[in-house]
């Protein structure tokens, strides 16, 4: 029996610094209400999906009071800010993936994603793991800053697959396995492998990536933004479609896109990717655009049981090195 579901990316186009919040939560809310009218179950939002991206701003964390209204606190479907997504996804039955900047009953900052089912309960959270960009911030003329570590920690949650009971689909094996991962996550293969020994079928992953920065990507300052732009998506979905394909899995991402404030440009492509890599659907703007597949979840059960058959192929005892050091032992030179 087919395990069928329709899934969607919901695409976010610029949000400015002096958006109003709930400016942004009703354009998320109206994809969220496309998504039910076409009879999709599963919707994917972008990493930090209810403001621009703030973690470019030096000197945001300088004033604590200031830097908090950025964050969401405590249970995310009751939090201030964002509630109303929530009910409203309750009200259509549909299951949301959202990132969001998470700030603990302790003071901990992180950069956070939490799975609410169709029935509103949140069933997982992840905190974002690989962090990039610096903790001091650039400061020559035009750098484009990408203060992740400074203002986020590390994620402490790890990487975990969780069951999606509620998720509606016709027969199948048993509740989907999903998996959540965001933005950077997603060039780590060990982010992908965790949840591939899991037997993840779906991973979730909102991202906000930047179309041209010298400082991130290394090209020269005047390379010109349609030339990096096409590397940043290319470089985007070779990740997704590569850890599917070597995972066996299904993946969602869900971009923040456009020109944030007028200058911060960030890439769209949220595309959704079949466990054989291919790409089943494509956003083609950088706005607010809703990316809709059908899949069948028992389309991983091949691969899982042939090529990718972990236990079948995998020689752990060979492996020791990836988790034995974080960073690169060349062999002695000549
Ligand atoms: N954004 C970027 C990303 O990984 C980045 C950061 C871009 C790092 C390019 C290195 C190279 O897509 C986030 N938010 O992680």
Known sequence: MPRLIKVAAAQIGAVNRTDKREDTLARIIELVEEAAAQDVKLVV???????????????LDKDPVEFDKWFEEGDITTSRNVAPLFTRAKELGVAICVGYGEKTGDGRHFNSCAYVD???????????????GTIEPFTHEGAINQLEKRFFLPGDLGFKA??????????????????????NDRRWAES???LGLQGVELVMCGYNTV??????????????VATTEARAIFQHL???????????????????????????GMIGSSAIVHPEGHILAQATTMGD??????????????PKAKIFAFEKHRRVEHYGIITGQAGVTEPVKL
């Open 45 to 59: 939002l972008p990493e930090l999906a209810f403001t621009t991206f703030f973690a470019r701003y030096v000197g």
């Open 162 to 183: 969780f069951r999606a009971p509620e998720l509606a689909y016709t027969g199948g094996k048993g509740d989907p396995i999903l998996g959540m991962m965001i933005c």
């Open 192 to 194: 992908w492998r965790c």
């Open 118 to 132: 169709g029935s509103g309960k949140e069933i997982s959270k992840y905190r974002k793991i690989h962090l990039p």
């Open 289 to 302: 655009e809703l990316v809709v597949a059908e899949i069948d979840l028992d389309d991983v059960v091949e």
């Open 238 to 264: 070779l990740v997704m479609q590569a850890h599917s394909y070597t995972n066996a899995t299904f993946s969602i991402s869900a971009a923040r896109a456009g020109y944030d404030d007028g200058v911060f």
């Open 211 to 224: 179309n041209w920065s010298p400082e991130l990507f290394g090209h020269p300052r005047d390379a010109p």
